[in-house]
Structures are given as structure tokens and as C-alpha cells.
């Protein structure tokens, strides 16, 4: 490995602490999203028309299984709701509730806040370059794996 790669793999190391710990204060903080559910309730958000879990599983390339369980927890937290289907009564689409919302809004605005704070000194060019080169790393990294088809294995 040369030091340019090693180099990157102790930035990876330091920014994959810096996420954990923003993970943690923001669930002490804004604990309306419980932890290793936020992700899951974005992408319910995204589909606004709804979805099934099926579909869920297949954007998030994750098991549907792990699916499951995560749409479970985030009904119990009455984050998430199930609706008839209309064209197949034995199917529910997930929506997110109001709450979810108002949850979903109250955690953007915190991550906005700590993100305008840590980055008040940077440039507007500086942060466009730090989006572009983080955008082509995780692709990269993706393709480099050979498992951008499944995202299990990296729970």
C-alpha cells in the first residue's frame, strides 16, 4: 500500500469515528429517531407516494429481513404507518406519519446546525470540491468491492 492510500485509510478511519459520534449525540439530542433508524426512514421519505418493504429492501440493498425489522420499530415509534394497497389488498405501502415528519425535519435541522458550524471557515469551492471528491470515492469504492448489488455485509 502506498503512503497516499495508507494516508486516506487513517482519514477513513478518524471520519468513520467523527460519524459514529455524530450518530450518538444525536440520538442523546433529538432522540425522536431512535438509533440505525434514520437512514431507513430517508428512504421512506423519498418515495413520497409510498412503498412497499420489498421495494425498500431492493433501494437500501439491504435484507429484506433486516428491512423488516427496521420498518417494525419505526411503526412502533409511530415514525412510519402501513396502508392498504389498492391494487393488492394482501400488500401495505409505508408512509411516514406526521410525527415521522416532524422528526425527520427536527434531526435535518440538527445535523444543518453541527455542518454550518464545523464548516464556517470553508470556501464555497472548498465545500463543492469535498461533495464532488466524497461522491466519486463511495462510487469508486462501490465498484471496487464488487458488492454494490448487496449492502448487507456492511451493517
Known sequence: MDSGARELGLRLY????????????????RPAIPPGLLGMLVQIDQLSSGCHARELAHRTRLDPSTVSRSVA??????????????TDKRATFLAVTPAGQAALADTHGWYGEVLERALADWTPDELAALSAALGRFTGDIEVALGNHDNLEAAR
Not at 478518524?14 to 455524530?22: F, G
Request: charged fraction near 40%.
Open 73 to 86: 420499530a419505526l411503526v412502533a415509534h409511530g415514525l412510519v404507518e402501513r396502508r392498504p394497497d389498492p
Open 14 to 29: 478518524d471520519l468513520i469515528k467523527t460519524v459514529r459520534l455524530l450518530k450518538q449525540r444525536r440520538a442523546d439530542e
